[in-house]
């Protein structure tokens, strides 16, 4: 793959990707290929939360780091609801085959942490709601 021309990496979720020690290997070895193909990227880190010590683990990583808070109230969107649902998994799917039904012929969007997830819900919406999804996964592969 030519990344001749690569001058940007987003992450979003990106205290997720510190938070895990096993990411951070991945995150080095995608520093450290860039590196070695004289690529200096500007990296994009989007996170809800930051806490004191994902800012030291991207600090640390990333370098020359510019934090740009946003206020609460910024991040709400008119016409756009946040759904939180703390139930187990048998109970959440049913939950989301529920909502889409209730609300007909919408766009959503579920965040997983797998792919793996991500493909068994849509799988699951299919088989046993009779409902379509489509995922957008990616990964550092």
Known sequence: MDLSA???VVFDE???????????VSFDSLNKYLKTQNLQPQFVLFSATYTPDIIERAQ??????KIFPLKKEALKLKGVKNLKIAQSEKEKMQF???????LGRTMSMIFVNTKKSATAIQERLKKEFAIEAKILIGGME
């Open 6 to 8: 690569l001058k940007m």
């Open 60 to 65: 640390a990583y990333v370098g020359n780091l």
């Open 14 to 24: 990106a205290d997720e990707l510190l938070l895990q020690d096993t990411n951070l």
């Open 96 to 102: 989301v085959a529920d909502l889409q039904k209730e």
